[in-house]
């Protein structure tokens, strides 16, 4: 296979570009280092289409491998032919090179194997064989009777050839790629309920749909359905067609065998093939719905995590709860703890007028200006409690409901109890629910991806492969940003291209004992931070009034040459780059951008990417995005009526539709159909985590907490 001629197909890009990728990857760069620092060798792909190919290069490499492990393994056997040879070398999946290998592969002991053992293959072959004038069946097994072997009669013998028949067919490729294509084709997958109980999956209770045609998130679905044995899922084929398939290559036109060879593809068929294949195609099409799940996890995760920081303010944290009481911390600015305390507004205490007491005495003490509420238990009479709190400050403190998924999991884990021993659980909680409020991208990175709820269905995927997507979009993000190298975490550091957990925490322990770092350089005297990991940490790393002002921007040390030339020709010093050089943008395009590049010896991507990061130095790029979404009161249920026009927050995003936050503690679904008036294959063609978005109620059913929006206006 030629590889780069392959991906260069999938994926519509240069070969002289696909070529450069491989090397970048095979020597060991990273992602983030080869996206932003390796433009002009790619063409400026961006981070997930090189994961995307990074991930497709590792598969055909697998698939590579094993068809010479298959091919000498056959050949081993002395059974290779020109024609098995090119099945081998046309097979595009590792599923169609299993269906090649499996006349092969040594098996464990089956029906075929027995009837072998007893010497019954040659009489399994003759009547394969179906030549005219042939004998009649019982006549030709009277020959293979052998009572020591276990062949008592004529019938024993037709019995043990008709096992061996059986297996031939199942083993032959082409039929199961035909029966493969039928279901694909025509095939549906349907499930029935083995209860009578009222459950979530009552909708599947008696159900179908083309294999072809349904959804990612249904497959999920009656998979969990199916495993908690709620249902009983299978394909459902025209058999006759399949039979037809199977019998064609084997049954001669009038045979005088057609009756028993019938017989023998019909076992093959209900015993052998059909439960194979589908195994094989509900096996693809799990894969295939889990990848989607990751997918959208994916995409829902990065729009939480670049979320723009709610800066400078001084912000209380509300971790609500019933009989324990709603944990109170209050943070300032930078993300230290200022103070804690417990209030009980909420049932059974409904101590509310003791609880309001504390909050403004709070308010007044550390000039707060917002509350950060988590939305786990007892949120939504916390969140009315609150409401009802600061609507006497005339809108100058507000509040936001934030999503406390994995709060309970960080503030449990070793890493909490490292950052705050003198707090107990619940109170490490609340300081991570304001966090979350004043830096997302910080604080979610302390706990595993996975952990945070944006996607669907993420406990039946595999976690393995969960976690690697997942911190893909966290590495991508955090390089995205950039990380102070004085103040960050191990937490956000391991997350630097480059930059391993242990080498995370050598970079801290460093700081701790020779002080701040005053330049990037330094980085090399770290322990275990070697030529390779500074070539990739380096630009993603800054250090604000440091020696060098080029180290508090996203220039890679390898290109301040370049930098200083771009300052020079344009007649700039480096005093201005402090305040930052607004218009050198436009002054570079006014030049020439590829004349200037070609004068600082960089390519035209990275001269452009150096003169951004000129004009705003030590910039954060998600103080270009919409700022979250602060209220000031909020709505109850009951408040709502069909028609109202509220503004909301897209919260999830899913293969169905989007839930939208529009302050009634219950999120509002947008169906898919309800999103646009134009069609739209998925709901993340328009929307993402974090966007403020109008919507319209469509209906409100109090009983089972569902509020249907619509966008379209």
Do not use: W
């Amino acid at each position: 296979m030629d590889l780069i001629k392959t991906l260069c197909a999938e994926f519509s890009v240069r070969a002289d570009h696909m070529e450069n990728i491989i090397t970048l990857i095979d020597d060991g760069n990273t992602i983030p280092f080869i996206a932003r620092y390796r433009k002009e060798m790619h063409g400026s792909c961006d981070d997930q289409k090189l994961r995307e190919i990074a991930d497709r290069l590792q598969y055909l490499r697998n698939l590579e491998k094993k068809k010479e492990d298959v091919a000498a393994a056959i050949t081993e056997q002395g059974k290779m032919t020109k024609e098995i040879e090119a099945s081998i070398a046309g097979a595009e999946t590792l599923a169609a090179l299993e269906d090649v290998y499996r006349p092969f592969r040594q098996k464990r002991r089956t029906r075929a194997t027995v009837a072998k053992e007893k010497g019954l293959e040659p009489l399994a072959e003759t009547i394969l064989k179906q030549a005219k004038n042939s004998a009649p069946l019982e006549a030709l097994a009277r020959d293979f009777i052998d009572p020591e072997k276990g062949v008592e009669s004529a019938q024993d013998a037709l019995a043990g050839a008709a096992d061996i028949i059986a297996e031939t067919i199942s083993d032959a490729p082409e039929g199961r790629r035909e029966i493969k294509n039928l279901i694909d084709r025509r095939g549906q997958v349907g499930s029935s309920a083995k209860t009578q109980e009222d459950t979530v999956y009552r909708m599947y209770y008696d159900y179908s749909e083309p294999v072809s045609k349904i959804p990612p998130h249904r497959i999920l679905a009656i998979n969990r359905g199916e495993r908690e044995n709620v249902l009983k899922v299978g394909l459902q084929i025209d058999e006759e067609a399949a039979l037809r398939v199977l019998e064609r290559p084997y049954i001669k036109k009038d045979s005088p065998y057609a009756d028993y060879l019938k017989a023998a593809a019909e076992d093959s068929y209900s015993r052998l093939v059909f439960p194979s294949v589908e195994r094989e195609i509900r096996s693809d099409l799990t894969e295939k719905a889990e990848e989607q799940a990751i997918k959208m996890f994916g995409q829902n995760l990065k729009p939480l995590l670049m979320q723009p920081p709610i800066k400078g303010k001084t912000v209380l944290a509300v971790d609500p709860a019933y009989r324990t009481g709603c944990k109170l911390a209050v943070v300032d600015p930078n993300g230290k703890v200022l103070d804690t305390g417990v209030i009980y507004p909420t049932p059974p205490q409904n101590r509310k007028e003791e609880a309001a007491a504390k909050v403004r005495a709070l308010i007044a003490k550390h000039g707060i200006n917002c509350v950060s509420i988590g939305n786990g238990t007892a949120s939504k009479e916390a969140e009315i409690f609150i409401a009802d709190t600061i609507r006497p400050y005339g809108g100058k403190v507000t509040y936001m409901v934030v999503n406390e998924a994995g709060a309970s999991v960080y503030s449990a884990s070793k890493l909490g109890a490292q950052e705050f021993p003198q707090f107990d659980v619940s109170l490490r909680s609340a300081v991570s629910i304001a966090r979350r409020l004043q830096d997302p991208l910080s604080e979610l990175v302390k706990i595993g991806p996975e952990s945070i709820g944006v996607g669907q269905y993420q406990h039946d995927l595999p976690q393995a492969r969960l976690k690697e997507s997942l911190r893909g979009v966290v590495e991508d993000c955090v390089n995205a940003v950039g990380v102070d190298l004085n103040t960050a975490s191990p937490s956000i550091l391991q997350y630097v291209a480059g930059v391993s957990a242990s080498v995370a925490k050598n970079i801290v322990a460093y700081r701790e004992e020779n002080g701040a770092f005053t330049s990037r350089e330094q980085l090399k005297k770290v322990k275990g931070l070697g030529p390779k990991a500074y070539e990739q940490c380096a630009g993603f790393l800054r250090i604000p009034g440091g020696k060098e002002p080029l180290d508090n921007t996203g220039v890679h040390p390898e290109s301040y040459g370049a930098a200083r030339k771009l300052l020079s020709l344009l007649h700039k010093e480096d005093t201005d780059l402090k305040a930052g050089l607004p218009g050198l943008e436009e002054a570079v395009r006014s030049v020439g951008a590829e004349k200037i590049a070609l004068l600082c010896g960089v390519g035209v991507p990275t001269l452009e990417d150096i003169a951004a990061e000129l004009a705003k130095p030590g910039r954060d790029i998600r103080d270009s995005l919409p700022q979250p979404m602060l209220r000031s009161d909020v709505l109850s249920m009951e408040d709502l009526k069909e028609g109202m026009i509220l503004k909301g927050t897209v919260r999830n995003v899913i293969d169905f539709g989007a839930f939208v936050d529009i302050g009634v503690h219950q999120d509002g679904l947008v169906h898919i159909s309800q999103i646009t008036d134009r069609y739209i294959k998925h709901p993340s063609e328009v929307l993402k985590v974090g966007d403020v978005v109008e919507v319209k109620v469509l209906a409100v059913d109090p009983a089972k907490k569902r509020i249907s929006l619509t966008m379209k206006q």
